[in-house]
């Protein structure tokens, strides 16, 4: 594994991502849920944000980033023109830490605990790159669902 094929996945899916919010049709379903699907499109887009500029803008690039997870899932009707610049932002911030991590860095213990338990930088930046996807797959969903009807 290569840091620049990480950081080419990485900004691959943010750039799904941000394409994703723009395809909505109207700027308001970006906030609208559907039979059985919990969160909208503009939550998941606030949580991944929030999820990557903690988890590696904070955590592995010392950006002094503050999460507020609460938030990421409790605010409504953020204009679409912020989610997109807050993604191009977090494309950056990403983009940024990886190149100037030390390719040592990878084999070394993550600074946090994941679910109690003490795993390497690589393995946490492969999860939180599947986790991205995760949300990128539900955001298209959403967004597919919503612009059928």
């Known amino acids: ?34 039979n059985g699907i919990s969160n909208s499109g503009g939550t998941l887009a606030l949580h991944l944000i929030g999820n990557l500029n903690h988890f590696i803008g904070a955590t592995l690039g ?18 679409r023109k912020k989610i997109v610049d807050d993604i191009d932002e977090i494309k950056q911030i990403v983009g940024e830490v990886l190149t100037n991590l030390p390719l040592a860095r990878l084999t070394k213990a993550y600074p946090l605990p994941w679910r109690d338990k003490e795993v390497s ?29």
């Open 121 to 149: 930088v690589d393995f946490m930046l492969i999860h939180l790159l599947s986790h991205l996807a995760y949300h990128l797959g539900q955001v298209n969903y959403h967004r597919r669902i919503l612009s059928a009807k």
């Open 62 to 79: 010392n950006t002094g980033y503050v999460r507020d997870r609460e938030a990421e899932f409790a605010l409504r009707n953020v204009p």
């Open 1 to 34: 594994m290569t840091l620049e094929t990480l950081i080419s996945i990485y900004q691959r899916d943010l750039d799904k991502l941000k394409e994703e919010i723009l395809a909505y049709p109207h700027e308001q379903d970006i906030w609208k849920t559907a």
